[in-house]
């Protein structure tokens, strides 16, 4: 088992800067990936971010590329997501994720799941 706990959400307002960290604890030998979704309220949980922790091969969803950068420090075995330039339609429950087979855009192909952390982002 893997277990994950997300920090460093909060209330921020449009053109702020957030970093989220996630600390994975337990077998995170297993683990080839870890990943980023979020969720708006009313909204299916959509892909954020993921990154293959051997190689650091990143990749991105359209609404967040360019804004939003995920890295990892194996040694603390934590995954981080520094997100820029927030926009109000950022808002969501962000989830960390993992997997022991790959990286994937998809939810429904990961084992491990966080908590969750919320960002709010006011006009």
């Known amino acids: 088992q893997v277990q994950l706990v997300e920090s460093g959400g909060g209330l921020v307002q449009a053109g702020d800067s957030l970093r989220l960290s996630c600390q994975a604890s337990?077998?995170?030998?297993?683990?080839?990936?870890m990943a980023w979704f979020r969720q708006a309220p009313g909204k299916e949980r959509e892909f954020v971010s993921v990154i293959n922790l051997t190689t650091g091969m990143t990749s991105y969803s359209a609404s967040v590329k360019d804004r939003f950068t995920v890295s990892r420090d194996n040694a603390k075995n934590t995954m981080y997501l520094q997100m820029n330039s927030l926009k109000v339609e950022d808002t969501a429950v962000y989830y960390c994720t993992a997997s022991p087979s790959g990286s994937y855009s998809v939810a429904q192909y990961y084992t491990y799941w966080g908590p969750g952390t919320q960002v709010s982002v006011s006009s």
């Open positions: 337990g077998r995170t030998f297993s683990t080839i990936a």
